[in-house]
């Protein structure tokens, strides 16, 4: 019996129970209970101020909720550091860049490989990475000198290269074209082959073409969850968009 119940239900990757985040008189999360599953590709969506980047730096360790639990992979996270997090084979993108501006491409991608794996492995994995992210031409480029869609790129592709088991991403797609956006979904639904996946967004379009389950946040709580064409056909949530509920 428990044999096949374990075939049915996948292993939890990151769960928080009863997370509140409050700053001053704010509450930025209000009792947040997620789960997310192994292989699972997750976005967070909601309106301006729903609490999806506090809820995004409780996990990553940015901060430290106020309230509640975080666990990853059934380890105890909460108040732990950004690199405590990643040192779990945790990859995140901020949406602080987290780039040597005077460094290249290539170095930069090198640097991301090498800090998770020895100097052999590195190097092939930065030159595997530089064709995933279609960034060959450019790797000797200062990524200074970049336009902002493959600056975006490079931080993608500096995730990829230290092969994370969990991504947690924070609007990668904000500021793209809407070109660079189709690459930028296909190269998460790549990364979501070998790795977890929890993404804020805000572009829709962007949302539809990862194509994957959704939470939607509303005034800090999750206010529903389910694929992206039952959440945005749902009134409550068309609602909450359009402004008519607070
Ligand atoms: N450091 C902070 N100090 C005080 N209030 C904050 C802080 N960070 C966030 N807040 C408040 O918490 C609430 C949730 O903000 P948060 O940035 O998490 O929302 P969001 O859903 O990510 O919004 P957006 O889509 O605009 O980025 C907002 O009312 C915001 O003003």
Not at 97 to 110: A, C, K, Q, T
Request: charged share 25%.
């Amino acid at each position: 019996m428990a044999r096949a119940r374990s075939r049915t239900r996948r292993e939890t990757v990151v769960e928080t129970r009863n997370l509140s985040m409050r700053f001053g008189g704010v509450t930025a999360n209000d009792d947040v209970n997620f789960r997310l599953e192994a292989g699972e590709l997750r976005c967070l969506i909601g309106p301006n101020g729903a609490g999806k980047s506090t809820f995004f730096k409780c996990l990553t360790g940015q901060l430290k909720p106020t309230e509640g639990v975080v666990t990853i992979r059934g380890v105890d996270m909460t108040g732990a550091d950004p690199h405590q997090v990643a040192q779990l084979g945790v990859g995140v993108k901020t949406q602080v860049p987290n780039v040597f501006d005077g460094l290249s491409v290539r170095e930069n991608i090198w640097l991301a490989a090498r800090r998770a794996h020895g100097a052999e492995r590195a190097e092939r994995l930065t030159a595997e990475t530089l064709e995933r992210v279609r960034l060959g031409d450019i790797r000797a480029r200062a990524v200074g000198a970049l336009a902002h869609g493959q600056r975006q790129w490079v931080e993608l592709g500096m995730v990829m290269a230290a092969e994370p088991w969990l991504v947690l991403l924070d609007e990668p797609a904000a500021g793209m074209t809407d070109e660079e956006t189709v690459f930028t979904a296909e190269l998460i639904r790549e990364i979501n082959r070998t790795a977890s996946l929890i993404v804020v967004e805000h572009d829709m379009n962007f949302i539809r073409a990862i194509a994957g389950r959704v939470t939607v946040f509303h005034r800090g709580a999750i206010l529903m969850e389910g694929p992206m064409d039952e959440v945005s056909a749902d009134p409550t949530v068309r609602d909450v968009y359009l402004g008519h509920k607070h």
